[in-house]
T-cell receptor, first 116, second 112 residues
Framework: AQSVTQLDSQVPVFEEAPVELRCNYSSSVSVYLFWYVQYPNQGLQLLLKYLSGSTLVKGINGFEAEFNKSQTSFHLRKPSVHISDTAEYFCAVSDRRSGGAQKLVFGQGTRLTINP | GAGVSQSPRYKVAKRGQDVALRCDPI?????LFWYQQALGQGPEFLTY????????KSGLPSDRFFAERPEGSVSTLKIQRTQQEDSAVYLCASSLSGQPQHFGDGTRLSIL
């Protein structure tokens, strides 16, 4: 079984400042890693994913994340945030062994609020 | 349409009523997932279909929850004898086999 811990429930930052949203996971098997963003009253949109290869993954909207196997972390970063980045962010994992049946296990979410 | 479509977007029901939530996946996506998202929480897995076969229903919280995908396309999640704890957003996602999931906007279910 897998579990995901997002260490901050809320992160307020000023516009154009950098931000890091933290994610740690626990799993007895190898996993794929994902970050999703959820805007109010909408579904989840994939920001980026780590499947294999380079541990630094770049996604949409200027976000990137780094997979750290030894620390079982997959923190999300953006060097300069915009008001439009205000949303809920979810870290998720899935079992590599499940092939097409990649059900996602999500963290509790981090609410990112950008202040002008 | 281009994305996953869910209907209705909002559903209010009285405790004890049965409800049915519909999901239209992206055309050609063989994998379909249902998740339940309680207020202020991350989504939790309910069930998974590959085409018309329900391969995993380990997340369904009780036998009041039932899902089907009879022709391998549209799926319906049915909840019988609804309870207040069933109030949540129900998210549907679809994908090509082994590819990342695309989510619909969800159905917000409120049980009075």
């Amino acid at each position: 079984a897998q579990s995901v811990t997002q260490l901050d429930s809320q992160v307020p930052v000023f516009e154009e400042a950098p931000v890091e949203l933290r994610c740690n996971y626990s799993s007895s098997v190898s996993v794929y890693l994902f970050w999703y963003v959820q805007y109010p009253n909408q579904g989840l949109q994939l920001l980026l994913k780590y499947l294999s290869g380079s541990t630094l993954v770049k996604g949409i909207n200027g976000f990137e994340a780094e997979f750290n196997k030894s620390q079982t972390s997959f923190h999300l970063r953006k060097p300069s945030v915009h008001i439009s980045d205000t949303a809920e962010y979810f870290c998720a994992v899935s079992d590599r062994r499940s092939g097409g049946a990649q059900k996602l296990v999500f963290g509790q979410g981090t609410r990112l609020t950008i202040n002008p | 349409g281009a994305g996953v479509s869910q209907s209705p977007r909002y559903k209010v029901a009285k405790r004890g009523q049965d409800v049915a939530l519909r999901c239209d996946p992206i055309s050609g996506h063989v994998s379909l997932f249902w998740y339940q998202q309680a207020l202020g929480q991350g989504p939790e897995f309910l069930t998974y279909f590959q085409n018309e076969a329900q391969l995993d229903k380990s997340g369904l919280p009780s036998d009041r929850f039932f899902a089907e995908r009879p022709e391998g396309s549209v799926s319906t999640l049915k909840i019988q004898r609804t309870q207040q704890e069933d109030s949540a957003v129900y998210l549907c996602a679809s994908s090509l086999s082994g590819q990342p999931q695309h989510f619909g906007d969800g159905t917000r279910l409120s049980i009075l």
